[in-house]
T-cell receptor, first 116, second 109 residues
Framework: EAQVTQNPRYLITVTGKKLTVTCSQN?????MSWYRQDPGLGLRQIYY???????DKGDVPEGYKVSRKEKRNFPLILESPSPNQTSLYFC???????????????FGEGSWLTVV | RKEVEQDPGPFNVPEGATVAFNCTYS??????FFWYRQDCRKEPKLLMS???SGNEDGRFTAQLNRASQYISLLIRDSKLSDSATYLC??????????FGAGTRLTVKP
């Protein structure tokens, strides 16, 4: 079954305590991305990766890091979380080639992060 | 101005009603267009792509107007299970997909 798996699904942490949200996909997709979703703002891209060892900033990269050492994994790292990073986070993957089915974005189930 | 704009709603309609959502986009070079559906506290899932000539999938019809830079989604004979948030998504280039904030639909008995 095609899947994007992210963990943890729910996390409450304290300001400044480093955390990592893992993301793994089993579809051999080159493209992976992280989004955060906040009320009234929709999905905003944090970082994306076009392939292994190729990452780039999205719209809201401040306070986040990513790495892409393997094709299937794309972890999101919050080195020093702050309360304004409280949000719902989605990892996603896609083939992203041409039009049609290659554009379908597959999302993980989401990670609810609260920073107190 | 946001790159992709949608009326947030909520749209509250009775079962069986026809409801339409519009979405406008600002980048005239946008390549591809989609509607995603997101249930409460769940991940978005592809509902349908939007083609230049318009396309239909059962009760759902999507249309694209490149000249006016908007896309639309029409839902006929609404079901309770159609209650969700509908996200307009615009592919600007090969590494850039832009999401609208979503339109919330509630279908009531």
């Amino acid at each position: 079954e095609a899947q994007v798996t992210q963990n943890p699904r729910y996390l409450i942490t304290v300001t400044g305590k480093k955390l990592t949200v893992t993301c793994s996909q089993n579809m051999n997709h080159e493209y992976m991305s992280w989004y955060r979703q906040d009320p009234g703002l929709g999905l905003r891209q944090i970082y994306y990766s076009m392939n292994v060892e190729v990452t780039d900033k999205g719209d809201v990269p401040e306070g986040y890091k990513v790495s892409r050492k393997e094709k299937r994994n794309f972890p999101l790292i919050l080195e020093s979380p702050s309360p304004n990073q409280t949000s719902l986070y989605f990892c996603a993957s896609s083939l992203f080639k041409g039009s049609g089915s290659g554009n379908t974005i597959y999302f993980g189930e989401g990670s609810w992060l609260t920073v107190v | 101005r946001k790159e992709v704009e949608q009326d947030p709603g909520p749209f509250n309609v009775p079962e069986g009603a026809t409801v339409a959502f519009n979405c406008t986009y600002s980048n005239s070079a946008s390549q591809s267009f989609f509607w995603y559906r997101q249930d409460c506290r769940k991940e978005p899932k592809l509902l349908m792509s939007v083609y230049s000539s318009g396309n239909e999938d059962g009760r759902f019809t999507a249309q694209l107007n490149r000249a006016s830079q908007y896309i639309s989604l029409l839902i006929r004979d609404s079901k309770l299970s159609d209650s969700a948030t509908y996200l307009c998504v615009v592919k600007v280039n090969n590494n850039d997909m832009r999401f609208g904030a979503g339109t919330r639909l509630t279908v009531k008995p």
